[in-house]
C-alpha cells in the first residue's frame, strides 16, 4: 500500500507527478499468482459501458465457476454483492475471479458465465476469508496472493489474522482529510480488538524524500 505519513491512502490532491507509477513499481517487485482488491477498486478496471438488468428467471447453481483460462496469475475481486459488470475475464494478463456470497441475483451469475469470468462463494451472506483464501488455492495454482486495498479489503484481512508481511510506501505528504479512507480500515467489533503488531524487515529511501517500508506481522499467539 501507499499513503501520506497520516495513512491516508486517496493521492488524487497530494501533488505528486506520478503516484501510480510510484506504487507500481514496487508492488512489481512482489511476486504473486494473484493481486487481490476490493469491488470499488475493482470496478476501475471492469466494464465501463452501461448496463441494464435483464428480466426474467435465471437458474444459475449457487456453486463455484471456473471459467477456461491459460494465465499464470490472477486478478481477484472481493465483491460480495455483484457489483462488477464485465466485457472480458481479464484484466490486463491476469484472469478475474469474483469473490461472491450467495446473495446475488442468478441474472449477475449468468453475466459472469457469459464473460467467462471465474467465480467462488465465500459465505451465504457474508464473506469468510480464510475459507475464501482455501478455495483459491485448491482451485487455482495460487499459493501467494497480494492484497492491493482499499482499506476496507486490507482491514478485513488483517482482523482475520490472514497478513504475513506488510509492504508500505510513505509518501511526504500530510493528508489529514477527515473520514478519507486509511491503509486498513476495520469494523468496531463489540468487545474491541488489539492492535496487530509488526516487526520491521526493511526500510528503502526512494527519491523525493519517499520511504518503502516492508514488515512482518506478527503470530497473534506470540505477541
Not at 462488477?84 to 469473490?99: L, P
Not at 475464501?132 to 487455482?140: S, T
Not at 501467494?144 to 478485513?156: A, T
Request: charged share 25%; proline share 4%; aromatic share 8%.
Amino acid at each position: 500500500m501507499m499513503s501520506s505519513v497520516d495513512g491516508r491512502i486517496q493521492s488524487a490532491h497530494w501533488g505528486l507527478k506520478n503516484p501510480s507509477r510510484l506504487f507500481e513499481d514496487s508492488a512489481a517487485t512482489i511476486k504473486a499468482d494473484a493481486w487481490i482488491v476490493g469491488r470499488t477498486t475493482m470496478q476501475e478496471f471492469s466494464s465501463k459501458q452501461p448496463h441494464r438488468k435483464r428480466r426474467g428467471v435465471f437458474s444459475i447453481p449457487r456453486t463455484d465457476f471456473v471459467g477456461d483460462y491459460r494465465t499464470k496469475t490472477f486478478a481477484v475481486a472481493i465483491d460480495p454483492h455483484g457489483k462488477c459488470r464485465w466485457d472480458s475475464n481479464m484484466v490486463d494478463t491476469e484472469h478475474v475471479i469474483e469473490i461472491l456470497t450467495q446473495s446475488v441475483s442468478g441474472e449477475y451469475l449468468d453475466h459472469l458465465r457469459s464473460k467467462n469470468v471465474s467465480y467462488l462463494f465465500g459465505g451465504k451472506e457474508r464473506l469468510n476469508l480464510a475459507y475464501v483464501l482455501e478455495k483459491l488455492g485448491r482451485l487455482f495454482p495460487i499459493r501467494r496472493v497480494r492484497i492491493d486495498g482499499g482499506g476496507r479489503v486490507n482491514g478485513s484481512f488483517l482482523a482475520a489474522g490472514l497478513i504475513d508481511e506488510f509492504s508500505h510506501i510513505i509518501v511526504p505528504a500530510a493528508d489529514g482529510t477527515m473520514g478519507s479512507p486509511a491503509v486498513f480500515d476495520v469494523d468496531p467489533s463489540p468487545g474491541g480488538r488489539r492492535a496487530d503488531r509488526l516487526r520491521l524487515i526493511s526500510v528503502k529511501r526512494l527519491p523525493g524524500s519517499v520511504l518503502w517500508c516492508r514488515y512482518r506481522v506478527l503470530d497473534r499467539s506470540r505477541r
